[in-house]
């Protein structure tokens, strides 16, 4: 008898394990697929762990801001930088996190240099947004395998020659890894051409004129301080119907000047960490894929602080059975969800699948 069991443990369940050439041919399948139809997560306002204590008040707020900010400088500054702030990990953090969709809104501050340009959320940033792309691109520099969206968006105060000194730069910066506007490209296609960065640009003139840059993005923004009412926002949009190409659904709670004015001690953190499981649910719950009713980037507020980046990552696990499930020779095989979860388990650990595809995982689990 233990000589039978032994022999058991040692032979592979064609229904439970697949053989090392189904593992191969998962991670040639996931080369061959769009960025449109896997799930990769995304941090909101990248840039706002840099905020400047000193900043002035962003000009597209509102008029009742600035005036209190003039009224009472000492009291608005500190409490506008506590609701601005939606990240902590500084951008290459982000990156070593998982993180490959960042939110980058770029502003030209009034009466600063200029060419300086900095990144913005009700106040503007002390770091600049050539340094920044360039510390962006060493990164990509010691990990030529990873692929990042850039989702240029906003632009407050950017006149034309300011657009065009910023692509300019992006092109400088960047190089030949910047990826062509075109059909969503698969690693596989991006790898064959040393690729890397793929740049939303959210100004059409701009797009038009230049290969280099794609359109925006579109941004599922619920503009929601309560948790349901995001989520039921979310739900709705996917209800419609995603978008035909990439998109990104915020899982982002947004603050009003009101709630701020009510809330003065209160800041962006303290309202978003209460909610996460509510909005991690959500998250889980989430499909990757081409249908209808599938998501293809999730984006979120303080991206270190919890679980997001990995949950995320996960979740094209179900791409893999799906893709491993349709793929085999013989009759289809009925999978229980306990032996789904063991193949997913098994997909996992399994480092010939999952290398294949270091642009779904954090580079720190990279071999």
Known sequence: MEKADRQTEGQTDRKTE????????????????????????????????????????????????????????????????????????????????????LDLRIAHMQGGSEKNLHFEHMIYTTALVEDTLTEISEWLESHPHEVIILACRNFEGMTGDLHEYLIDCIKNIFGDSLCPRGDIPTLRQLWAHDQQVIVSYEDETCVGRHAELWPGIPYWWGNQVKSQALLQYLETMRSCGRPGGLFVAGINLTENLPYVLSHPSGSLEMLTRPNLRLLMAWVRAQQPGPGSGCTNIIAGDFVGSDSFVGEVIGLNQKLLCAHWHSSMDDSPVDMDMQTAGKLCSWLAGAPTALDCVPYWRPCGTLT
Not at 25 to 33: D, I, K, P, T, V
Not at 40 to 46: N, Q, V
Not at 71 to 94: E, F, N
């Open 18 to 101: 697949p053989s090392r050439d189904s593992v191969q041919s998962l991670g040639r399948a996931q080369e061959c697929m769009g960025f449109e139809v896997r799930l990769s997560s995304g941090s909101h306002d990248t840039m706002t762990y840099c905020l400047s204590r000193k900043s002035p008040i962003s000009r597209s707020e509102s008029r009742l801001l600035h005036l209190l900010g003039r009224v009472a400088p000492c009291i608005m500054g500190p409490m506008v930088l506590r609701w601005s702030v939606t990240q902590t990990l500084d951008v290459k953090q982000q990156l070593d996190a998982g993180v490959r969709y």
